[in-house]
């Protein structure tokens, strides 16, 4: 199984538009973030983890042929803005199928109701296959069993995902000890870790790196991170030897 990610910065991303901070103009291409999001993929399932503003150049650029799913974490821009840009692989598959909280899906039908629109659609819009996640409740993606893990940023509810031994978590501050539960024995752990200084809906990079700890995975990788954390170089040394910054179009293997 592969692990493809396709943005690891902030709501913003990096560069921040406008910003003259020493990160947004670093030449380094690992301090250059999209907006956050991933593709799990091998060779019988394609699965997306949010669909933000940039998937489509995210798209161009990882080359994806085919998506089997979906996943949304939650309904805020940064994870769902690109969801008109399923079109080309509508056109070529038919309806896609899609995986969020029911609060989610309802969000989604009111920002993009021609995507939902089931009379008098116009011929060019995509269309989607709905499907509800469910707190506690395993489902399936072709062959592989997908555990929603429930996590919470600040007061919203937020779906990270566990597939085999690796787990998805972002925009996480705070998560019930039932749900660590689900977390146990994973070859890889990808978990939000916004800055230095403490953020009301965000894992700063301590509590991050005590997550890690508490969840002992055998690797870990940050994401969802803004300019404020610093050079990507320079962070990374910071860090202990299981413990990675992911960066816009690493790929890794489980």
């Not at 394609?46 to 650029?61: A, E, H, K, Y």
Request: hydrophobic residues 40%; charged residues 25%; neutral net charge.
């Amino acid at each position: 199984m592969r692990i493809y990610f396709l943005g690891t910065g902030t709501s913003q991303g990096i560069p921040v538009i406008g910003s003259n901070h020493s990160v947004c103009k670093s030449k380094d291409v690992k301090d250059k973030r999209l907006r956050v999001s991933v593709w799990i993929h091998d060779e019988k399932s394609s699965i997306v983890i949010d669909c933000g503003p940039d998937f489509r150049q995210q798209m161009l650029t990882c080359r994806c042929q085919k998506i089997d799913a979906i996943l949304f974490t939650h309904e805020h821009a940064d994870h769902t803005a690109g969801l008109d840009d399923i079109r080309p692989f509508f056109f070529k598959q038919g309806d896609i199928p899609i995986y969020a909280h029911k609060r989610v899906i309802a969000n989604l039908k009111k920002r993009f109701d021609y995507i939902f629109e089931t009379e008098s659609k116009y011929p060019g819009a995509p269309s989607v296959a709905i499907n509800e996640v469910i707190k506690n409740n395993t489902f399936k993606i072709g062959q592989k069993n997908v555990i929603p893990i429930q996590v919470m940023h600040g007061s919203l509810q937020v779906f990270g995902y566990r597939i085999d031994s690796f787990a998805y978590l972002t925009d996480v501050k705070t998560i019930e000890s039932s749900e660590l539960e689900k977390l146990k024995n994973l070859e890889v752990l990808v978990v939000n870790a916004l800055r230095e200084e403490p953020h009301e809906t965000h894992f700063n990079l301590q509590e991050a790196l005590d997550f890690i700890t508490l969840v002992n995975p055998k690797k870990a990788y940050l994401t969802h991170i803004s300019h404020l954390l610093g050079f990507h170089e320079e962070v990374q040394q910071k860090l202990t030897s299981n413990v990675y910054l992911a960066y816009d179009n690493l790929e890794i293997i489980i």
